[in-house]
């Protein structure tokens, strides 16, 4: 699975697991801010599958991880990626 705007340009950030993509186009269409495109890579299966192209623009909104048929990508916001990282953090060091 790959992940995108690591640099946190945008509120939020996709993650995208590229041999399951079948290149319908779902959630480059649906995107409200229009932050996705197709790449140039394939996959195993011969599709192109989506990149967060314009990381900036990416909400974590979640709205092409709904979209998808096949489970293949989904958005998330960094705030609540933190927060989970967080309670993880605190999970880990509780006794
Ligand atoms: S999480 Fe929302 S804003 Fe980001 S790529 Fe997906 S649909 Fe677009
Ligand atoms: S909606 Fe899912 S299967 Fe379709 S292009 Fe996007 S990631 Fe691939």
Redesign the pocket.
Known sequence: MSQEGTERKGK?T?FVRAEVCKGCSY?IDF???H??DFGRDYNQKGYHFPV?AREE?????????LMCPDFAIF?VRWKDLDARAAANVSTTVQP
């Open positions: 939020g996709v959630c995107c409200p801010t932050a996705l967060l623009d990416c909400t974590g909104c979640d709205m092409c991880g958005g």
